[in-house]
């Protein structure tokens, strides 16, 4: 038998566009840890963003299986003609991303976003678009463009499935990527034209800070503004850079920062740094399970694969 930290282990990290019913998220959760050799990790849900983050991990096999059956849960239950939140979106399952954690590439994932989105076409008959590492079109490769171009009038051709959205679900981007940090800082009013300027001056795209992508929204259930950022290579940008750069440019702008918040999990590299650092990123409700190692056991993946 072979020892379980040889065993190659892919996370997903599936984004869902479903915020506030709770029994709808519970049950797309409960669906995917009902797989063989899957553990969910985590999961989080915001009403603003009216969006959800599951977490999970398992052999590679096994993670497919389970990503193409939450897109069935979501397609039985989420109807996206009713949907409204500031968070951009395509689909009732947005997008659903394969990580490498252990023994296997990057490249191995994008086969298995290529296996799974033909599976989820021919399944469910939503239209794919594949992303990032398993981008066949290079303008694809940044999930920015796919939504733009999902988004827009004609609809265009995707790498699986008709040219033409799901009447309920949409579209769902599939791809392979490395560790994605995906958090939010938020201002200490409901500034948004502020949260709209930090986010523009720091995200890459602008010509800002590497690996960061970057948005201002304004939260109504809070009334505070935020930058959303997905953090594409933490260890080219760590969070405690982001911070500091938000920092001096909401100073800049006469606004206060005010705290942070994790969607879904973090390395321990991430926080390490910030600490040697000196930088308190004022993340709200941290415990040690938000750390990635913490929630990886490799003997309890192992017995659920056996």
């Known amino acids: 038998m072979p020892e379980p930290n040889s065993l190659p282990l892919v996370e997903c990290v599936a984004n869902f566009s479903e915020g506030r019913d709770v029994r709808t998220i519970e049950a797309i959760a409960s669906a995917v840890a009902a797989v063989p050799g899957v553990s969910v990790l985590d999961w989080s849900a915001d009403a603003d963003h009216h969006r959800s983050v599951i977490t999970f991990a398992g052999r590679p096999e096994a993670i497919g299986e389970a990503a193409v059956v939450a897109v069935g849960e979501t397609v039985a239950r989420i109807d996206l003609t009713r949907h409204t939140g500031v968070h951009p979106r395509i689909g ?31 399944r469910f008959s939503v239209p794919v678009f594949l992303y990032d590492a398993a981008a066949q079109i290079e303008s694809r490769r940044n999930l920015a463009h796919v939504r733009k171009a999902a988004g827009s009038l004609p609809f265009p051709v995707p790498d699986f499935g008709h040219a033409a959205p799901h009447p309920t679900a949409g579209a769902v981007a599939v791809g392979a990527r490395k560790i994605l940090i995906a958090w939010n800082v938020f201002l200490a009013d409901g500034n948004v034209a502020a949260a709209k300027e930090i986010a523009r001056r720091i995200r890459h795209a602008s010509g800002g800070l590497a690996c960061v992508r970057a948005l201002g929204l304004y939260l109504p259930e809070r009334g505070q503004a935020q930058v959303s950022m997905n953090l594409t290579d933490f260890t080219v940008t760590p969070p405690h850079v982001v911070w500091e750069a938000i920092g001096r440019v909401a100073a800049e702008l ?49 017995k659920r694969s056996e």
């Open 92 to 122: 009732a399952a947005d997008v659903v991303p394969f990580v490498p954690l252990r023994n296997i590439t990057l490249v191995e994932c994008a086969w298995l976003a290529n296996a799974v989105g033909a599976e989820i076409w021919n």
């Open 254 to 302: 006469g606004v206060e920062v005010a705290t942070s918040e994790l969607i879904g999990l973090i390395p321990q590299a991430a926080l390490a740094a910030a600490a040697a650092s000196g930088v308190d990123l004022r993340i709200e409700h941290f415990s040690p399970e938000r750390i990635l190692e913490n929630r990886l056991d490799p003997i309890a993946m192992q």
